[in-house]
């Protein structure tokens, strides 16, 4: 007897294709915005907007009035003294995921709807990134490739961390390139975690460990001895070999170490 063919299964795949596809755009369209508000200040109001529109399209209202959103991302914007650029309905609209910012109200596009509270979730984080980078003062007298990293890590923007980080790494002279993978490979480690992949998890975390280790006990203004302490226990939960720690890790720095090990001359670097 001939199999009849299963149309079912078929949509179920498209369909599983589809979502994930979706998934996939919203995930690198907000690295964008993450990278493009962590790096250029005169841009960063982007963040202020998306989070402002987050905290308005709850319980399934994805449709919010565009004036409440953009005055509410104007007053987040001059909270962090941030300036509002002429061009940010642009970068909104260059994301791809909303309707156009044309009439009364602005929506998330619906086939982002299932993955509203990810977005949600890495929009609060981007916020506090941001806000952060803006308003504590210790940050800006470290290397900003380790300030920037270090704000994008803190936050729990790992796959962001990793975006930044890997252009650094590569682009590093030969002495800083164990460094920066390390910090890339902790990133992946954690990023590989909230996703629930154990083993890429354990495996990065080693391996970023592994090249920490040979960076010294301070290094770019970070306190890798303190750094590799806190992972630890991170590692041991992923090994199966201790319970998981209470609180995700920080990055440690030291405000006063200029970007040369074995110095304590307090160096100031540009936002």
């Known amino acids: 007897m001939a199999r009849r063919p299963c149309y079912v299964r078929r949509e179920f795949r498209i369909g599983a294709v589809a979502d994930m596809s979706a998934y996939i755009h919203l995930k690198h369209a907000l690295a964008d915005a993450a990278l493009i508000a962590i790096q250029q200040r005169r841009r960063a109001a982007l963040a202020a907007w998306l989070a402002a529109y987050c905290e308005r399209a709850r319980d399934g209202a994805f449709h919010v009035a565009l004036a409440d959103v953009t005055r509410a991302a104007r007053e987040k914007a001059a909270a962090c003294r941030l300036p509002v650029p002429r061009a940010l309905a642009a970068d909104v609209q260059d994301l791809h995921l909303f309707t156009p910012l044309r009439g009364d109200a602005v929506a998330l596009r619906p086939e982002f709807h299932a993955h509203a509270a990810y977005m949600r979730r890495q929009v ?33 923007l790992y796959f962001e961390c990793h975006e930044y980080l890997e252009g650094v790494w590569k682009r590093g002279s030969l002495k800083e390139k164990g460094f920066y993978h390390g910090f890339v490979q902790v990133g992946v480690a954690f990023y590989h975690f909230e996703k629930g992949n154990m083993h890429g998890a354990r495996t990065l975390l080693r391996k970023g460990l592994g090249k920490l280790a040979a960076c010294g006990p301070v290094h770019q203004g970070m306190d890798v001895r303190e750094f590799r302490r806190r992972l630890a226990p991170w590692l041991a939960f992923f090994e199966g070999a201790g319970a998981r720690p209470p609180a995700m890790p920080a990055v440690p ?9 074995g110095t304590s001359r ?5 936002p």
């Open 266 to 270: 307090r160096r100031k670097h540009p």
């Open 253 to 261: 720095t030291l405000p006063a170490v200029s970007a040369a090990p």
């Open 124 to 156: 609060t984080r981007l916020w506090r990134a941001v806000t952060r980078l803006r308003q504590d003062p210790a940050l800006r007298v470290i290397p900003r490739e380790v300030r920037l990293g270090t704000v994008f890590f803190d936050a729990g």
